[in-house]
């Protein structure tokens, strides 16, 4: 789910097939009428591929396919013939039903619609989408970046695919009072984003980070957060004074570089005496 001031866009991406289908959810809180414009829409995967939606026509040709026709009269006869056809009018006809030609959306509505998309590199796991040329009255509003995982067919004949996990080795330290953390790696895995850091604690008094590890929060450069799963990581609760304390913070997905170029890692609440900190860190890409 992305935002842009009073919009909220949500996606929901269908198992790709001759072309690729990313239903749209565009909800509007503003008192006025926000304006959309369908041609700056891009699409780019941890792949490096960028893509642009389909136009009606497009999409309509991809399904237009002669020889699917052929084979199925040679293979079936009249029958044959009649079913491939009917199933291709009746794709026509969804994407005419519901392609996504939005350009205005007025106060407090919502607006539905798919965009399609030429089939993506199989090897392809996630992708960002943009919407951006979003105005209202007062000017032009910040485009919406959304990350999501790519829906694979569970039914396709093929071995299935390994995890693939990236890592990105760092050495970067912040510090806030007396506290320090220090991060040394993050992976990118389908279903998490983990983070190696340690904590140290130069005061002397214990640090209390029970408060502190569930509202941490990694935050991308277009403002999306991804919560902690807090039943997932192995820091521990309390660093001693004058020690420290080494584990994983493990986070919701984040999409996968090139998708995100950096991100900010916040943890507030530590508690130290009566002192409350917090450490935050910037961590590019």
Not at 152 to 161: E, F, H, I, L, V
Not at 173 to 179: E, F, Q, Y
Not at 191 to 204: C, G, L, Q, R
Request: glycine residues 6%; proline residues 7%.
């Amino acid at each position: 789910m992305g935002h842009s001031g009073p919009l909220t866009l949500s996606l929901v991406p269908h198992v790709p097939q001759v072309v690729l289908e990313i239903e749209l959810v565009l909800r509007s809180t503003a008192d006025g009428t926000i304006h959309d414009d369908p041609n700056q829409i891009t699409l780019i995967t941890d792949q490096g591929e960028q893509a642009v939606p389909l136009t009606a026509a497009q999409a309509k040709n991809m399904f237009s396919n002669t020889g699917q026709v052929i084979v199925g009269t040679l293979a079936f006869g009249l029958t044959g013939y009649l079913a491939t056809t009917e199933a291709r009018a009746a794709l026509v006809k969804h994407i005419d039903d519901t392609i996504w030609t939005v350009t205005e959306i007025p106060p407090g509505a919502t607006r539905t619609g798919s965009l399609y998309f030429k089939s993506l590199d199989p090897k392809t796991d996630q992708f960002m989408l943009t919407v951006d040329g979003l105005s209202d009255d007062s000017g032009a509003l910040p485009a919406i970046h959304v990350g999501c995982g790519l829906v694979k067919d569970a039914s396709a004949k093929t071995a299935p695919p390994t995890t693939t996990v990236r890592t990105y080795a760092t050495a970067l330290r912040t510090a806030s009072g007396p506290l320090a953390m220090t991060l040394t790696r993050v992976e990118f895995a389908a279903d998490s984003t983990s983070a190696d850091v340690t904590v140290e604690n130069n005061s002397d008094v214990e640090a209390n980070l029970f408060f502190a590890k569930p509202a941490t929060v990694l935050r991308d450069a277009s403002g999306n957060s991804y919560a902690l799963q807090d039943l997932k990581t192995t820091l521990p609760d309390r660093v001693p004074a004058h020690g420290s304390v080494h584990g994983i913070l493990v986070f919701a997905p984040v999409p996968r570089p090139p998708l995100t170029t950096a991100a900010t890692l916040s943890m507030p609440n530590v508690q130290l005496g009566q002192d409350v900190l917090e450490l935050k860190m910037d961590i590019p890409f």
